[in-house]
Structures are given as structure tokens and as C-alpha cells.
């Protein structure tokens, strides 16, 4: 059964900074493309970050591009977003999902198979 499992999330200052873990059990992530999303308590679901499965570029939303890191290490079957300068604004639980095949748009959530239950992020002033 096709599986992701998130970690990593916590509490932080501002200006600190978090990696979120990404396993994927039952598939190979290095086959999907994945995306990082994440919600704030009374806002929609937004992307945040995604990982190319043809070429493995990556992208970024504005709020976080210059801030954020998405990687991968198969051997692990694991993806990462490697968070730093933390703000005020980006509290959220964060899901990551994996897509088959490379998405027309990246930040459109119908393009993704599979979803993890997601992990909590906090940040402190």
C-alpha cells in the first residue's frame, strides 16, 4: 500500500530553521514527482515546493523561494524541505504528495496521487 509519512516538524523561533522528512512506503518516490504544501489554520491549502520527476528541477512559491530547499535521496526513499529564516507567516501543517507524472501545474493539488497526513509547524517570536 502506497504510503507518506512526514516528520520533522516542531517549534521554532523566528529565523530559525527546520527539515521536514518525507517517506514514501509501497513506491519509489524517484519515479514521482513531489510537492510540498501546507495549510494554515483558516486558509486553503496552498504549494510551497516541487520536485521535478523528469529532469529534477525545482520550484518555488514567492513566499518561500530563496528560503526553502526541496531534495531527495532515493537511497532513502525520502524527500526533504530544508527550511530556514522562519517567519512569522509560515506556521502551517505541511503535506507532501507525490504525482506519477509531472504536473502541468505544479501547485494545482489535482495532479497528486498521494498525500501524507502531515506535520506540524510552528514558529515563535
Given at each position: 500500500?502506497?504510503?507518506?509519512?512526514?516528520?520533522?516538524?516542531?517549534?521554532?523561533?523566528?529565523?530559525?530553521?527546520?527539515?521536514?522528512?518525507?517517506?514514501?512506503?509501497?513506491?519509489?518516490?524517484?519515479?514521482?514527482?513531489?510537492?510540498?504544501?501546507?495549510?494554515?489554520?483558516?486558509?486553503?491549502?496552498?504549494?510551497?515546493?516541487?520536485?521535478?520527476?523528469?529532469?529534477?528541477?525545482?520550484?518555488?512559491?514567492?513566499?518561500?523561494?530563496?528560503?526553502?530547499?526541496?531534495?531527495?535521496?532515493?537511497?532513502?526513499?525520502?524527500?526533504?524541505?530544508q527550511m530556514n529564516s522562519l517567519?512569522?507567516?509560515?506556521?502551517?501543517?505541511?503535506y507532501c504528495a507525490a504525482a506519477?507524472?509531472?504536473?502541468?501545474?505544479?501547485?494545482?493539488?489535482?495532479?497528486?496521487?498521494?498525500?501524507?497526513?502531515?506535520?506540524?509547524?510552528?514558529?515563535?517570536?
Amino acid at each position: 500500500q502506497a504510503q507518506l509519512v512526514e516528520s520533522g516538524g516542531g517549534l521554532v523561533q523566528v529565523g530559525g530553521s527546520l527539515r521536514l522528512s518525507c517517506v514514501a512506503s509501497g513506491f519509489a518516490l524517484e519515479n514521482y514527482a513531489i510537492g510540498w504544501f501546507r495549510q494554515a489554520p483558516g486558509k486553503e491549502r496552498e504549494a510551497v515546493s516541487y520536485s521535478s520527476v523528469r529532469d529534477g528541477s525545482t520550484y518555488y512559491t514567492d513566499p518561500v523561494k530563496g528560503r526553502f530547499t526541496i531534495s531527495r535521496d532515493n537511497g532513502k526513499n525520502t524527500v526533504y524541505l530544508q527550511m530556514n529564516s522562519l517567519k512569522p507567516e509560515d506556521p502551517a501543517v505541511y503535506y507532501c504528495a507525490a504525482a506519477r507524472l509531472d504536473a502541468s501545474l505544479w501547485t494545482d493539488e489535482v495532479w497528486y496521487n498521494y498525500w501524507g497526513r502531515g506535520t506540524q509547524v510552528t514558529v515563535s517570536s
